[in-house]
């Protein structure tokens, strides 16, 4: 019985998350972007603040970003940046990536995770 509970439950997480990022919108993900990470980080190539870009985060090894320079912790995550990986580091990014130096707490709202990954996707080049 436990082990049915279990997998009931994972299939609901898993189905959340899946309708989180189908519904996602681009639109909204750069207003997420604008209020909570741009004084940060910028969505510009090459240009970065006391974060690193976020464009052509999204497919990029963590730690990776050119000219900027990393935390211990982060440059040996070995992870690479997608819709599962941004989202659990979005979620709590102290506990995703322990002795990272991001000051950011944490962006609750499943539904504005799964929309500014999907901007952070829009603003990376194609795979």
Known sequence: MRKFLFTLLALGCVATQA????????????????????????????????????AGVYG??????????????????????DAQTLNGFLKDPRAYIHGTIMPYSGLASASARADVIAYLQSISPKS
């Open 19 to 54: 309708h989180a990022a189908e519904s996602a919108n681009v639109a909204a993900g750069k207003l997420v972007y604008l209020h909570q990470c741009s004084d940060c980080h910028s969505n510009q190539p090459h240009m970065d603040r006391f974060g690193p870009t976020l």
């Open 60 to 81: 990029r090894m963590a730690g990776t970003a050119p000219l900027h320079r990393y935390s211990k912790a982060m440059k040996s995550a070995h992870i690479r940046w």
